[in-house]
Each structure stands twice: as C-alpha cells, then as structure tokens.
C-alpha cells in the first residue's frame, strides 16, 4: 500500500527501493501518468495530499533527527513501525521483520550496535521483548512520552 517512486520529464530518478517480501508494484512512463491525471482530476488531488503527508512527515523527521537524543529516536522509530507493521497479540504488539533492529537504526539515523544497547535497556524495564527477527511490544510507545534510558 505505499507509494515510492517520482515522475521526471527531463531527467533521472536516482533512487531504488527495495522490498524485503513479494509485492506488486506497478509503474508508468511520465507521458502515460500525465495523461492520467488530466482524465482523472481526482488522482491530482489525492496525489497533492499525498505529497502533503510526506512533505510534513520528512520535516518532523527532519527536525527530530536534528534535536531528539537517540533514545528518543529510537522510541519514535519503535512507535513507527509497531503503527505501521505491527500485528497484535495477547501479551503486546509484535513487530517482525527480516532485519527489525536495522530498521530501527535507519530510521533513528543511528548504529544496529547503539539500537542494541537501547533495546536491551527497554527490555530490562519490561518495555518490550527481544527475540530473533521481531521485538515484542509489551507497553505502547508514545513518541511524545517515551522511556528514559
């Protein structure tokens, strides 16, 4: 369900994304979604507001990467993908993914080792389980109140 890519009419898109399971992506020539959005008025203004939500997305990350400690950013970022990608369960919310702590670094622009650290401070507090692959949220994480480590 999420959008990537960018139409370009007169250069190159210098960027990939890559997926960690089987998708569907789909994907037009610059000609092709032009004339999209000229039959289709509704697709332009679902696509501003789109471009509207990351737009603020990007800034509010932009700004915390810049200011919040790294315990905050990793908080915010085991907020995110438990919001996101997390699926519940009796005793909390799981998060599982192919490499859930290398997430976690890239989002809080930090370390897998300073993840590590972070995590196991969490889990000594009871905020949340370690095992291999998914992380166990066993208390909501509220990016605006989160845990001191």
């Known amino acids: 369900g999420e959008v990537f890519g960018a139409v370009i009419a007169d250069g190159l898109y210098r960027a990939t994304a890559q997926a960690d399971r089987p998708v569907r992506a789909h994907a037009w020539t610059a000609k ?3 004339e999209l ?5 509704r697709l332009l203004k679902n696509l501003f507001a789109l471009t509207k939500r990351y737009m603020y997305l990007s800034r509010d990350r932009l700004r915390m990467l810049a200011t919040a400690s790294v315990e905050h950013r990793i908080g915010w970022a085991l907020a995110y993908l438990a919001e996101r990608s997390g699926r519940p369960r009796g005793d909390g919310i799981v998060i599982a993914e192919r490499s859930v702590q290398r997430d976690i670094a890239d989002l809080a622009a930090t370390t897998i080792y300073t993840v590590n650290r972070v995590l196991s ?3 000594r507090r ?19 109140k989160l845990p001191v480590v």
């Open 32 to 34: 092709a979604f032009t």
């Open 37 to 41: 959005l000229d039959r289709f008025p």
């Open 121 to 123: 401070a969490y889990e």
């Open 126 to 144: 009871g905020i949340l389980t370690k095992q291999r692959g998914r992380i166990v949220l066993l208390r909501p994480l509220s990016p605006k």
